[in-house]
């Protein structure tokens, strides 16, 4: 009878630890979302109205220097981009970059490389355009959009050389 007595102590023993750990977890998993709503709202860069920062009234552009449009075509194949360059010099002949047209992430990367080579311009409109390629989807009278089935999106960039 004592060894039973003991066993009922061990195992009362043994379910208070584990709703101890579990009341533990759940206090740090609330306080953790509790810290980031915190931070997202304190955090002034969440809003901001991006086309009042720039120079130009048109909110779907923005000017990005030469650094940035370096930087997206190198992400070109990885994040499937299609990016289109106008140059001021010849703008009738835009580069078209497309993830599409490339086998390997060798040979985007050695096409990009040879062109940012001779990329001249500093400054330059940036536009996008988000296509979804895939999925279904549902959207409500207020704009909010409900995801039935996931799919895959294309975004379209286009640089034009100020």
């Known amino acids: 009878m004592e060894n039973a007595a003991n066993a009922l102590k061990i195992a009362f023993a043994i379910i208070m630890l584990v709703l101890a750990i579990t009341a533990t977890f759940s206090i740090i998993s609330q306080a953790k979302e509790t810290a980031d709503a915190v ?8 809003f ?4 009042s920062m720039t120079k130009y009234s048109d909110s779907n552009k923005r000017v990005v220097e030469k650094d940035t449009v370096i930087s997206t075509l190198y992400r070109l194949y990885d994040e499937s981009l299609c990016v289109t360059i106008i140059e001021k010099a010849d703008p009738t002949d835009p580069k078209v970059f497309n993830s599409n047209d490339y086998k390997s992430k060798k040979e985007a990367y050695n096409v990009i ?16 355009q988000e296509v979804k390629t895939s999925g279904i989807y549902q959207y409500a009278d207020d704009g909010s959009e409900l ?3 996931p799919g895959s999106t294309k ?8």
């Open 113 to 128: 490389s040879a062109y940012c080579e001779s990329l001249t311009g500093n400054e330059f409109f940036e536009s996008y």
């Open 48 to 51: 901001y109205d991006m086309s």
């Open 147 to 149: 995801i039935e089935t």
């Open 39 to 46: 931070f997202f709202a304190s955090d002034e860069t969440n």
């Open 155 to 162: 975004i379209y960039i286009t640089y034009v050389e100020d």
